[in-house]
Structure formats: structure tokens, C-alpha cells
């Protein structure tokens, strides 16, 4: 699945500078992030928040918590670390 691009300037993830270009729902839904969502980068598999100006920051203690616990969130982050053994960084 890829990623649709909903930003409109450079974004950045707060955890480790890699830039997003793109987000993609687990779901496959076309809708772009809204305030509150939660996201997993796909650099450092960093959980993040998008602000109320759609722009990604770090989960509050109480955000992060309730991602940890959220198999949704899990699994992606599984996914992504499966991914990046196979797919080696350019």
C-alpha cells in the first residue's frame, strides 16, 4: 500500500528528523491525518501525534501509553521492522 501525500510543505518526524512526504491509514481509507491521530514513522518507527496543524509531534505520556497498548499500533510497527529486514535503506 502506499502512502498519499496530504502535506502540503516539509514535514519532518519529531523522533528522528526523517522526512514524511506521505501517510497512509491501516486501513487502507484515502483520508488525510487528522488532530489526535496517531502515527508510526516509517524511518524510526517512532510513535507520533499529528497537532492540531496536522503537523506530527510527540505523544503526551498518557497519547503514548494508550498507543502502546493499541494492537492497530503494534502491529504496524511490526510491520515496519519486518519490512526494513527485508528492504535495505538506500
Known amino acids: 500500500m502506499r502512502g498519499?501525500?496530504?502535506?502540503h510543505e516539509e514535514i519532518k518526524c519529531p523522533?528522528?528528523?526523517?522526512?514524511m512526504d506521505a501517510a497512509t491509514?491501516?486501513?487502507g481509507e484515502d483520508v488525510?491525518?487528522?488532530p489526535?491521530?496517531?502515527g508510526v514513522c516509517f524511518e524510526c518507527t517512532g510513535i507520533i501525534v499529528y497537532g492540531?496543524?496536522?503537523?506530527p509531534r510527540q505523544p503526551r505520556e498518557e497519547e503514548?501509553?494508550?498507543a502502546q497498548?493499541?494492537?492497530i499500533v503494534q502491529t504496524t510497527i511490526s510491520k515496519i521492522k519486518e519490512f526494513r529486514k527485508r528492504v535495505p535503506r538506500q
Open 36 to 38: 489526535g491521530d496517531v
Open 32 to 34: 488525510a491525518p487528522k
Open 25 to 27: 491509514a491501516h486501513d
Open 15 to 19: 523522533s528522528c528528523g526523517y522526512p
Open 52 to 55: 492540531d496543524d496536522g503537523i
Open 4 to 7: 498519499r501525500s496530504f502535506f
Open 69 to 71: 497498548a493499541d494492537p
Open 64 to 66: 503514548l501509553a494508550a
